[in-house]
């Protein structure tokens, strides 16, 4: 593919802590690391802060190394003349915390107590159960913040990338309290109550501007519920990686650059999409995959549905050729993948009887054919649910989590808790390559792939058919030239475009102007 920039790799956050395993097995110091994590981070703060005239600092440490982090950024802060406070939710015993909290100390660092029970409430105010959504004293964190005044920069260091376990109501409460102040808010490596792997909070996380994720990427922060708990991303890249060293996914490319077309180039040069959906009662799916394949640059597009909505199809955009999906028989089916490059079928088609006849007349055809590249997305999705096989290599299958959790018999909410799980079970079940839908799209080919862009505002009907015309489109026209991955980038940034204005209100319709922008983009 040309134009496509290196794969940043992500990594599953037990590879990362056995990597620095190996490194300190190598007589590698682990309070060296620490403390070059905190003044590789002190410095680009320093920088920060000096441009914002950001001057009172509270840092806030847990128990872990993620705390001797925080006080060596403390220390470290405090040395270059910023008034520094930290906040010491809990009194760790490690050896290297113990070294970081001595060095804060002799450096004349304010360290105080986070006050629990909280504040002058009594303990019979304090609910301290361990349930996984807990009570929460409404004016704890009201009443923390009126205690700390205005302080410029607060710095959560308060939990690394080992957190797995649901946090009891003492750790709610301090993220509360910490997530009420304000002024800018920085997270160390992750953060605090984010999943590393999974990207959702436990049941609640630190909502920073930054973070400073150490070492290498987390797929938490990419994924799941990830984007709303981040910020701007910084990467402190400390060690070199070791062959030992695998990653989980990496992150799909921004910048995606399309092969120039040929002067000579005419429609049969840019690919056949077809388009198979469209049951009598929904028609729009079927259009809006269509328009989305000719606005990617398919040099022709026919749509095969129910004939009742081919008046409005080709009102709409007359280049659609058209076809009356209960006239074709086997053969007429088979005819017409003869013609083909790329179909996309399921959207709009329905799941009543009609349907389910439909689909076991075409799906054979589709995933047996040794020329065509499919896409199967929405409703066809569900019948492959409910008629389970395994799919060839060359289909794509772009479910959202409800779908998801349909194919793989579970809720949807069983998918949101582990995206890359859930993924890695589809393909696994019933292989092709798949497109998880939804914040931080995950995409499985040969490997896996965390689409970074796209935006809250295409959670709206029609994205999904929109995101089906582009595969179909891209791949009809360059094949094996442009990945999966890639096309998935290409409709975030699509969307993103859509929504330089706002994002509440985006119609899926509306994504062709914002298609072509991307496929012309240098």
Known sequence: MQGSVYHSPVYHSQSIQVWEQRWFAQQNSSLGLMQQAAWTISRQLIEQFQQKHIKTIAVWCGQGNNAGDGYYIAAFLKQHGFNVTVYATELGQSPDLKQAYEYAQAHQVNIQRFPYPPLNL???????????????????????????????????????????????????????????????????????????????????????????????????????????????????????????????????????????????????????????????????????????????????????????????????????????????????????????????????????????????????????????????????????????????????????????????????ADIEQDRITAIQQLQQKYAGQWVLKGAGSLILEDELFICTQGNPGMGTGGMGDVLAGMIASLKAQFHQQIALHEIVSLHAQAGDLLAENGMRGLQAHEMGKMIYKVVNAD
């Open 122 to 412: 009594s303990p019979d105010r304090v609910e301290t159960s361990s349930y996984s959504i807990p009570y929460i004293i409404p004016e704890v964190p009201l009443l923390f913040k009126e205690r700390l005044g205005e302080v410029d920069c607060h710095i959560d260091a308060l939990f690394g990338i080992g957190l797995n376990r649901v946090l009891d109501q003492h750790w709610q409460t301090v993220i509360a309290c910490f997530n009420a102040q304000t002024g800018l808010k920085v997270s160390i490596d992750i953060p605090s109550g984010l999943h590393a792997n999974t990207g959702q909070a436990l049941p609640c996380a630190i909502q920073a501007n930054q973070t400073f994720t150490i070492l290498g990427y987390k797929a938490g922060l990419f994924t799941g519920q990830g984007k709303e708990y981040v910020g701007q991303l910084h990467l402190v890249s400390l060690i070199p990686t070791d062959v030992e060293l695998k990653p989980i996914a990496y992150l799909s490319p921004e910048k995606i650059a399309l092969p120039k077309r040929q002067a000579f180039g005419h429609k049969g040069s840019y690919g056949h999409v077809l388009v198979v959906g469209g049951h009598a009662d929904m028609g729009g799916a079927v259009i809006m995959s269509a328009e989305a394949a000719f606005h990617a640059g398919a040099g022709k597009v026919s749509v095969v549905c129910h004939a009742k909505h081919h008046q409005a199809i080709l009102s709409r955009s007359p280049n659609i050729m058209v076809r009356d999906i209960n006239v074709l028989d086997q053969g007429g089916i088979q005819t017409l993948l003869n013609h083909v490059d790329t179909v996309c079928f399921g959207m709009g088609l329905g799941r009543d009887e009609w349907a389910e006849q439909i689909y076991q007349q075409w799906f054979d055809s589709l995933n047996q054919s040794s020329h065509l590249e499919v896409v199967l997305d929405a409703d066809g999705l569900w019948f492959l649910a409910k008629h389970p096989q395994k799919l060839n290599q060359h289909v794509y299958a772009t479910p959202h989590s409800g779908e998801a959790a349909t194919l793989l018999g579970c809720k949807p």
